[in-house]
Every structure is written in structure tokens, then in C-alpha cells.
């Protein structure tokens, strides 16, 4: 009997190699806080260098946010995604040689690395954006953000594992992560593709379901009431396939549904045959920056992208340092310690993510109310259990107890603010999560840098940092839940 299922959706393809883009994307990023334990010892670095080195990926990363994004949501992420996974790859298999030369060798190695990584979340929700229908994207976003919790559960066993074998070293690490990018660029170049129009063997069922949603999304968006006085709106999309109103133009029976002319796509509706509605992924006059920038929808994301990611940052790059510090850990068990939180919080993020799309698809309960609620658990939660571990623990398992707690509870907020540009402006989700990252890119390089400088000049006083963190997390927490909107805004 055969037990492979007959027809694999193509969307779950394209999902599941972009989650394991993400996977390598962030291992790579996140290996260097296992590795710069080692390579501190070796080359005698100060706090102060280290954080120096720690940082400098984010003015790379900075970089690409919104132009990836943009790019992107103009031309489509697969070519985005491949040429940025190409050039992140090809920096951590440098990074290693730039150490031995200088400092200042591997602060540039470490800024290009992210310039390619920084186009690499912006694209893939633009991707989503593209690839999956409303009902899904909850899963979609759960899944790709979990992911990147999922590399640093990779990155950091793995990591100290080479950094302890006697036949390896430090220096392994990078060339291990850069040939698992080098496998990963090869896979996403056959398999990947753009939008769901342009791959091959994908079925008209699933092609209507996507193409559905897409209507329905543009039918109560904004930008649709132009159309109603001219146009006769049908309630049944799927009446409408079977009726011919939407136009297939191919005419043999594995034909594509609708005709797509580079970045624009129509539907045919209604009964006069010369209206069509437009869903192009950027409107003809490019990026409506000023609209943006006005509402304060978008300013939620922003600002709770800038006030969580200086706390994210600071704990994935000195998390492993300050168990060194404060507990004593021996530096053989650094990486098992330090990615526990991670796995449970990548595991939660599925479980989050399922349960975003029941409560708003099978409960009815209204979008805002689960944006809301989620990042209030997952703002809270963070907040409160760091602190516990700060001031409570006082060995290694009491501190990573706590912080998994805080973590696991945490990954509520992928339901929050990551998926909140997929409420208010799917035609420009790219755009606006490279936006939102770059908020969150600048908090983070200065909060990197600015724990080695605490640390010090107060001969390593970690609970001011943890204060820090925590208050930046319930900032961002109160900015969300003030301005968040789970209306289209930005059609």
C-alpha cells in the first residue's frame, strides 16, 4: 500500500524549504555565540571588542530589510531569498580566516553576512503573503518564526560539540553551517519559485483555494470599493470558477487559471467582460511610503519590532557568556545550556501558530483580540521570568529553568506582532517586516554593543542588563496593544 499521499500541496513545498532557509540563516548567525567564548581566549578579547564583533552583523543586517523586502514584494522572493542565502553563506565560510588576519577583518566579514541575512525574513513573508491564504498565514508565520529558534537549537549543541572535540575547533563551525547554505541554496534553486502561477505540476484545486482567498482579501480591502458600482459581486468564489467568470486561459486540463504578466494579476469578474481587479503585489506608483508612515497600525509593529529585539538580541549573543560568568558553567556544556530555552520555544511556536488560526477561523474571535492577547502573553512573559532568573537563581539549572519558561510563554508573540503586517497590508508584507526588522536591527546593534561597554565598566554587573531587557520588553509590549489594527489599512 502506498503511503505517501498522492498530491503534496506545492504551498507546503515552498513553506517547508523556506523553513529550512531560515534554519541554516539563523544558525549561522547565531553559532558565533558559542564560537566567540573560544576565540576571546585565543586572541584575548575584551567585553568591549566582543561586543564590538557581536554587533557589527547588524549594520549589515540593517542594511537589507526594507530593500529586500521591496524587492522582494516587486520581482518576487525567490531570487531575493537565493542571492541572500549565496552571500551569508559565503561569509561564514570566511569568517574563520577573517579572524586570524584582524579584528577589523572579521567586523567586515560579519557585516556582509548580514547584509545577505537581512534580506532573508522580509522575503520569505512577502512569500507568504503570496503563497498562502488568509486561514493559513497564522500557521505559515508560527512556523518560519519558530524556525529561527529551531537554527539556534541546531547551532548551539552543534557548536560546542566541534568546539570540544579534540579534532576540531572553533574554526569548524563556520565551515560546517556554510557548507549546510551551500546545500540549501542548491535545493531553494530548483524547488523555489516566486508565486504559486509560475510552479510546475501545481493543482487547479489548490490554485483556486489560494487565488480565492486572494479575492476575498481584495473584495473587503479598501482599495475594492472603486469596482462595486461598475462590477457584480458574487458571494461564492467557487460558483464563480465553475461559471467561467474567473477566465482560465489555457485549455488543456492541467492549465493555470489565470494569466500573470510579470508583477500584475487579474480576476475577471462579474458580468461586464472588460473590468477586471487589479492585485498587483505593488501598486503602479511603488511603495506608498507617506501612507505608511501615517498610521499608527504600522507604528505599532515598529516600535514593538524595536523595544523586543533589543531584548532578543542581547540575550541570543550574551545569554552564553553570562553563563559562563554568573554560574561558572564549564564552557564544554555552554551550548547545551544555552539552547534549551530555544527548543521549547520553537516547539511552541507550531503549537502557537495552529491556535492563532482556530481561535480567529473556527471561534470568531475577532483579530485584534488575538493579536492583542498574544503579545501581552508573550511581552509579560519574558519580562517577568528573566527577572526571576536574575534575582532568584542561584545555579545554572534554576536560571534555565526559569528563562525556558519565559521563552516557551514567549513565543505567543509570534501571533502578535509578526503576523500583524499580514492584517493591515498583505499586498506589502515584505516591505513592512523589513521595515519593522530594521527597527528592531538598530535596537539590537545598540543594545549589543552597549551590554560589552556595561559590563565593563561595572565589573559585570548583569542585572542592569536584564533590567534593561525586561523594560524594553514591556515597552514594546503597551506600544502594541495601544496602536495594533487588524483591519486592511493599505490597499
Not at 508565486?195 to 490554485?207: A, C, H, R, T
Request: net charge neutral.
Amino acid at each position: 500500500m502506498n503511503l505517501l499521499p498522492v498530491y503534496i500541496p506545492k504551498r507546503i513545498i515552498i513553506i517547508g524549504i523556506c523553513f529550512l532557509g531560515s534554519v541554516v540563516s539563523y544558525a549561522d548567525r547565531a553559532n558565533i555565540s558559542i564560537a566567540i567564548a573560544s576565540m576571546a581566549l585565543e586572541f584575548n578579547w575584551s567585553y568591549i571588542t566582543q561586543g564590538y564583533i557581536l554587533s557589527s552583523f547588524f549594520i549589515g543586517y540593517l542594511t537589507t530589510q526594507v530593500i529586500g523586502g521591496a524587492l522582494s514584494d516587486r520581482f518576487g522572493g525567490k531570487w531575493v531569498l537565493g542571492i541572500a542565502a549565496a552571500i551569508w553563506t559565503i561569509f561564514t565560510l570566511l569568517t574563520p580566516i577573517a579572524a586570524k588576519y584582524s579584528v577589523l577583518y572579521l567586523i567586515l566579514c560579519r557585516i556582509l553576512l548580514g547584509i545577505g541575512e537581512g534580506a532573508c525574513f522580509p522575503s520569505i513573508h512577502s512569500l507568504i503573503a503570496v503563497w498562502f491564504p488568509p486561514e493559513e498565514r497564522s500557521r505559515a508565520v508560527g512556523a518560519i518564526t519558530s524556525s529561527t529558534f529551531i537554527g539556534i537549537m541546531v547551532a548551539m549543541p552543534i557548536s560546542t560539540l566541534l568546539i570540544a572535540s579534540p579534532f576540531f575547533g572553533w574554526e569548524s563551525i563556520f565551515f560546517i553551517f556554510g557548507l549546510a547554505g551551500c546545500i540549501w541554496s542548491f535545493t531553494w534553486h530548483f524547488l523555489g519559485a516566486s508565486n504559486p502561477i509560475d510552479y510546475p505540476g501545481i493543482s487547479k484545486e489548490e490554485l483556486s483555494w489560494i487565488l480565492k482567498s486572494e479575492y476575498d482579501v481584495n473584495k473587503n480591502n479598501l482599495g475594492f470599493s472603486q469596482f462595486e458600482s461598475r462590477m457584480s459581486i458574487v458571494e461564492d468564489i467557487d460558483s464563480e470558477i465553475e461559471s467561467s467568470r474567473i477566465i482560465a486561459i489555457e485549455e488543456d486540463e492541467n492549465a493555470k487559471l489565470l494569466k500573470i504578466n510579470h508583477n500584475q494579476k487579474y480576476l475577471k469578474v462579474g458580468n461586464a467582460s472588460n473590468e477586471t481587479l487589479e492585485t498587483s503585489n505593488l501598486s503602479k506608483d511603488g511603495i506608498p511610503w507617506r501612507l505608511i508612515f501615517s498610521r499608527r497600525e504600522i507604528w505599532a509593529i515598529l516600535a514593538a519590532q524595536f523595544f523586543n529585539s533589543f531584548g532578543f538580541y542581547i540575550m541570543l549573543n550574551w545569554l552564553p557568556t553570562y553563563y559562563l560568568d554568573h554560574f561558572g558553567l564549564d564552557i564544554n556544556k555552554l551550548g547545551y545550556f544555552s539552547v534549551v530555552p530555544y527548543i521549547l520555544q520553537g516547539t511552541m511556536g507550531f503549537v502557537v501558530g495552529i491556535i492563532g488560526d482556530y481561535l480567529v477561523n473556527k471561534l470568531n474571535v475577532r483579530v485584534i483580540t488575538v493579536r492583542r492577547g498574544a503579545q501581552i502573553i508573550g511581552g509579560l512573559s519574558n519580562s517577568i521570568f528573566l527577572l526571576f532568573a536574575a534575582y532568584l537563581a542561584t545555579t545554572p539549572i534554576e536560571g534555565i529553568l526559569l528563562i525556558t519558561i519565559g521563552y516557551t510563554l514567549g513565543s505567543f508573540g509570534f501571533i502578535g506582532v509578526h503576523m500583524s503586517q499580514l492584517d493591515i497590508a498583505p499586498k506589502y508584507a515584505g516591505v513592512i517586516w523589513g521595515l519593522g526588522n530594521t527597527f528592531g536591527v538598530i535596537a539590537g546593534y545598540c543594545g549589543v554593543a552597549l551590554v560589552g561597554l556595561i559590563l565593563d565598566i561595572t565589573a559585570k554587573n548583569w542585572n542592569i542588563v536584564w533590567n534593561l531587557v525586561a523594560l524594553s520588553s514591556l515597552t514594546g509590549t503597551v506600544l502594541f496593544v495601544l496602536w495594533v489594527g487588524d483591519k486592511v489599512v493599505i490597499s
